[in-house]
């Protein structure tokens, strides 16, 4: 595609213009006021101003193709960060131990973007890992930072199954697992939503350390359940259990905006509590392992020969293939 034309479909324009209007914004006295909202106002302009470099000195074709993927990001929440939370389903510990391949498959990918000469620095972050009774974990939440995060991830929102010979059962019996994917951008402007007290139910619990499940632990962590829609936040690695409150008391914040942003894109989808149930027939995707090797996203038909590869992290394919699917 010729350069002139990319530039439209990228709106580099309008980039350049938000470069020029954040720096203005960054010069007023009191731009550090509020430093939290500040480092978000700078990391966006680190992260427009690389980008517009990176197409200024795109000479190549191979270099034009990388950027023009760049397009499929339009959507308005598309160039956010992405808070992901990973709940294992219907299987027990095989579920809970899923649950755990699936939270290492989206470090792992998140990861491996910043050896990628496309791509923009990625930074991954844990916010809460509750372990399983026997292994796995019943839950987690991560949040990844970088341009266009929640535009390359939102279609992993869903369903996955895995088909396996079960490693926990001695009659090496195949089993079905199942995890629930959520994927929600980290809105600039949560706007006015406010939670009354009465909604909320909070629980204090033993957070982990740094040294392991064991070692350094305190009654810091926070769930916070909002009674209405039945959404659980728990936030479990800020330093005080006042910080870990109110990290989780965003996200719930976030979750909430996201329902409102999706009721009003699609009234007719009942997205109570923000849950699909975890369980056979919502798949978005299938990872078998026995009795053959396939990995197969069911909206796309795409599909991968080696679950291994996908499961450490090679997601370009789905990715890719998702994307182009709803620019159709």
């Given at each position: 595609m010729e350069k002139d034309k990319l530039a439209k479909l990228l709106k580099i324009d309008e980039k350049k213009a938000q470069i020029a209007g954040i720096e203005k914004q960054m010069a007023s006295p009191d731009f550090w006021t509020d430093r939290e909202k500040a480092a978000q106002v700078s990391q966006k302009l680190s992260l427009l101003t690389s980008f517009v470099l990176k197409f200024d000195n795109a000479s190549t074709e191979k270099e034009l193709s990388e950027l023009e993927s760049d397009a499929f990001f339009d959507g308005e929440f598309d160039e956010k960060n992405a808070i992901i939370s990973i709940h294992g389903g219907a299987g027990g510990t095989e579920a809970q131990d899923w649950a755990e391949m699936l939270l290492r498959m989206y470090i792992r990918y998140a990861q491996s973007q910043n050896s990628k000469v496309k791509s923009q620095k990625w930074d991954v972050k844990i916010l809460e890992k509750q372990p399983g009774e026997e292994a796995g974990i019943k839950s987690a939440t991560i949040k990844i930072d970088g341009l266009n995060v929640y535009g390359m991830l939102k279609g992993e929102a869903g369903v996955h199954r895995l088909v396996r010979i079960s490693p926990y059962d001695a009659d090496k019996a195949r089993h079905t697992s199942f995890a629930l994917v959520e994927v929600i951008p980290e809105f600039d402007e949560i706007g006015d939503i406010e939670i009354p007290e009465k909604d909320l139910k909070i629980d204090v619990f033993?957070?982990?350390?740094?040294?392991?499940?064991?070692?350094?632990?305190?009654?810091?962590?926070?769930?916070?359940?909002?009674?209405?829609?039945?959404?659980?936040?728990?936030?479990?690695?800020?330093?005080?259990?006042?910080?870990?409150?109110?990290?989780?008391?965003?996200?719930?914040?976030?979750?909430?905006k996201k329902i409102e942003v999706d009721s009003k894109a699609k009234k007719e989808r009942d997205i109570k509590g923000g849950h699909t149930s975890a369980e056979w027939g919502n798949q978005i995707r299938s990872y078998v392992l026995q009795p053959y090797q396939q990995v197969k996203d069911h909206r796309t038909s795409y599909e991968e020969p080696n679950p291994e590869k996908v499961l450490s992290g090679e997601l370009d394919g789905f990715i890719d293939s998702y994307l182009r699917f709803i620019h159709k």
């Open positions: 033993r957070s982990s350390g740094h040294g392991g499940q064991s070692v350094n632990t305190t009654d810091s962590a926070v769930r916070l359940t909002h009674l209405p829609t039945k959404i659980t936040v728990s936030v479990q690695n800020e330093r005080s259990q006042l910080q870990n409150r109110e990290t989780a008391m965003k996200i719930l914040k976030m979750k909430l």
